[in-house]
């Protein structure tokens, strides 16, 4: 399998541009969460689904981000507009049980 | 507010030493802890699960959970280089799977040769 995949794996955006993170999972995982790290606040939960319905989006920071999961092999992040201050570091993993299976991330950059 | 506790560091240890990592949480109802080793520019990776007061041991690695003191440990043997990289304590509230993890901000381990 070839793991939780993401794109982009960089992306440098101006303010005020709309911003989508991409997260394919593994197959046969029916738990999908995308998650932001900065230094600051460390590793936080925004958003996750069960069998590509939204559970829990409590850590969805504002109305500017949403998360969509159509199907059980894609999901998308979007941020609109962007602030500089949502520049991080974007997961998305995904699990069958208690382990989580990280993708490489996308290290966004809003100038 | 539940919590996971980490020294952020870094840890500084010499080669072939036993670093030792900590982290206390505050959800006395937590049942599950995990360790996850974090490489700069990479994402966590699993290393470690303990689920019951005692010692876990895995190679070089060792988890200690002490459930009454709320702290988990990681203990790394004969330690190398290739073990330099940020650790993330997580813990796991009763009844949820991945989706109850509390993860701490990480400590920096580096290991001088």
């Known amino acids: 399998d070839a793991g939780v995949i993401q794109s982009p794996r960089h992306e440098v955006t101006e303010m005020g541009q709309e911003v989508t993170l991409r997260c394919k999972p593994i197959s046969g995982h029916d738990y999908l969460f995308w998650y932001r790290q900065t230094m600051m606040r460390g590793l936080e939960l925004l958003i996750y689904?069960?069998?590509?319905?939204?559970?829990?989006d409590s850590g969805m920071p504002e109305d500017r981000f949403s998360a969509k999961m159509p199907n059980a092999s894609f999901s998308t992040l979007k941020i609109q507009p962007s602030e500089p201050r949502d520049s991080a570091v974007y997961f998305c993993?995904?699990?069958?049980?208690?382990?989580?299976?990280f993708g490489s991330g996308t290290q966004l950059s809003v100038l | 507010q539940k919590e996971v506790e980490q020294n952020s560091g870094p840890l500084s240890v010499p080669e072939g030493a036993i670093a030792s990592l900590n982290c206390t949480y505050s959800?006395?109802?937590?049942?599950?802890f995990f360790w996850y080793r974090q490489y700069s520019g990479k994402s966590p990776e699993l290393i470690m699960s303990?689920?019951?007061?005692g010692d876990k041991e895995d190679g070089r690695f060792t988890a200690q959970l002490n459930k009454a003191s709320q702290y988990v440990s990681l203990l790394i043997r004969d330690s190398q280089p290739s073990d330099s990289a940020t650790y993330l304590c997580?813990?796991?509230?009763?009844?949820?799977?991945?989706?109850?993890?509390?993860f701490g901000k990480g400590t920096h381990l580096i290991i001088q040769p």
């Open positions: 303990i689920y019951s007061n």
């Open positions: 997580a813990a796991r509230r009763p009844g949820g799977g991945a989706d109850g993890l509390t």
């Open positions: 689904f069960n069998n590509n319905v939204p559970i829990d």
């Open positions: 959800d006395r109802v937590s049942q599950s």
């Open positions: 993993a995904s699990s069958r049980d208690e382990k989580l299976f």
